[in-house]
């Protein structure tokens, strides 16, 4: 990456941090099998091992109330979870509820397409126009959906923090569906690691999903804490490793980065961030006057600005920040790099823009220095906006 352009994608996914980094130039390569006993797999076990009480560590849970193990990411999370309940379900005669919203990330939007048993239905979570959660009337829709089916066990997925637009929605507020009997609730915390001062706060939840390479570890792998008495069926099985929750030789590597990654945003001074993430996007909603906007979740991530253009698809604005040497994002991007229609700026009733979304993602520690270059940088592309597109 040319050392004069400015990565600011960190919601897609983060640069290693430094403790990685620094652990991989060192040249220390894990490379036995874990499962191995000679003296090369007994260090790859001590690596899982040491890093594992780490993990534990930075989230406060203990080994003796939670189960760990880790998958590929948290796409993978959802579906073992989901096919974890739905197997529970046929195996003991039970219907099952699954609850999504429909901004969930489609790892989780996605299970409602698969084939699932005829006692397998979906609920979609009802939500404000602003994408806040209507907690009290989908608490008491599910109490009735309760009342009328005692034996219904219900899987409800929680999005802690959007990825898009960073709305974050708090736990506190969705520990009131624990009072429902036969309700689990998954949290999706990819987005939270070092974007809200109480990431590390797990007290709500029976299940918690992340990916590593949100936070400055190694891609292609993540991890998921359960409650150590909640049933369990596994997706992946075979060779038994992990205490047989997820088959297939273990990657010491990626999960010591895990552990390495998370010591080092401990550090990180979130409200800090946070402080600074509002003061550029003060900057922006100047610079953006007469040619987009920005939205204005009542709370959000420490380091998400979402943004529109009023009269230029992203696909094109992003080349044109892209050619400043700014690396952004736009949240309705499809595989092929074409704009289409935003989800979210569509549900929120801005469908005259919804093919202009852009998502700017900070990365987990900020300071003056790092403002100013981003507002130097930014300025000759919202200058080149205000002369390309026509004030409103
Ligand atoms: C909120 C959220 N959930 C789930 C995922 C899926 O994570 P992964 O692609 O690492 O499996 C993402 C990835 O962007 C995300 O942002």
């Known amino acids: 990456m040319d050392t004069d352009s400015l990565y600011l994608d960190y919601n897609a996914t983060s640069p290693l941090s430094l403790s990685v980094t620094n652990w991989l130039k060192s040249g220390e390569v894990v490379f036995a099998n874990p499962a191995s006993q000679h003296s090369?797999?007994?260090?790859?076990?001590?690596?899982?091992?040491?890093?594992?009480?780490?993990?534990?560590?930075?989230?406060?849970k203990s080994e003796k109330s939670t189960k760990l193990f880790f998958h590929s990411g948290a796409?993978?999370?959802?579906?073992?979870?989901?096919?974890?309940?739905?197997?529970?379900c046929r195996q003991h005669n039970r219907r099952l509820l699954i609850c999504y919203a429909k901004t969930d990330h489609p790892a989780v939007t996605s299970l409602k397409e698969r084939y699932w048993h005829e006692d397998v239905s979906f609920f979609e979570l009802m939500q404000n126009s602003d994408l806040t959660y209507q907690h009290e009337k989908n608490f008491s829709e599910l109490t009735e959906k309760?009342?009328?089916?005692?034996?219904l066990m219900i899987l409800y997925h929680h999005l802690w923090i959007h990825n898009e637009t960073g709305?974050?929605?708090?736990?506190?507020?969705?520990?009131?569906?624990?009072?429902?009997?036969?309700?689990?609730?998954?949290?999706?915390?990819v987005q939270a690691p070092g974007k809200i001062p109480e990431w590390r706060d797990l007290s709500v939840g029976d299940i918690w999903s992340f990916s590593a390479h949100k936070f400055g570890a190694l891609k292609g792998i993540g991890f998921s804490f359960m409650s150590a008495d909640l049933f369990f069926y596994p997706l992946i099985a075979g060779g038994g490793q992990q205490q047989g929750l997820r088959s297939g030789t273990e990657n010491p590597q990626g999960i010591k980065s895990i552990a390495l990654a998370l010591l080092d945003l401990e550090k990180v001074d979130v409200l800090k961030t946070q402080d600074y993430r509002n003061k550029l996007a003060q900057y922006m909603e100047e610079e953006l006057k007469g040619i987009g906007g920005l939205l204005k979740p009542q709370q959000h991530a420490s380091n998400t600005i979402y943004f529109y253009l009023n009269d230029l698809t992203?696909?094109?604005?992003?080349?044109?920040?892209?050619?400043?040497?700014?690396?952004?994002?736009?949240?309705?991007?499809?595989?092929?790099g074409a704009a289409r229609p935003s989800l979210i700026l569509t549900l929120l009733g801005k469908e005259s823009v919804a093919r202009n979304g852009l998502r700017l993602s900070l990365g987990f520690s900020m300071d003056e220095e790092k403002l100013n270059k981003i507002k130097v940088k930014l300025h000759p592309v919202f200058n080149r906006l205000q002369g390309l597109i026509s004030k409103k």
Do not use: W
């Open 40 to 60: 090369a797999g007994k260090h790859s076990r001590k690596i899982i091992n040491e890093s594992r009480t780490q993990i534990f560590k930075s989230f406060g």
């Open 75 to 88: 796409t993978e999370a959802f579906i073992t979870y989901a096919n974890s309940f739905s197997e529970y």
């Open 146 to 151: 309760k009342k009328n089916d005692p034996s």
């Open 167 to 189: 709305l974050v929605s708090p736990l506190e507020d969705v520990k009131r569906f624990k009072a429902l009997p036969d309700l689990y609730l998954h949290i999706d915390a």
């Open 314 to 336: 992203s696909d094109i604005s992003l080349a044109l920040f892209d050619l400043q040497g700014i690396m952004i994002s736009a949240g309705s991007a499809c595989s092929s």
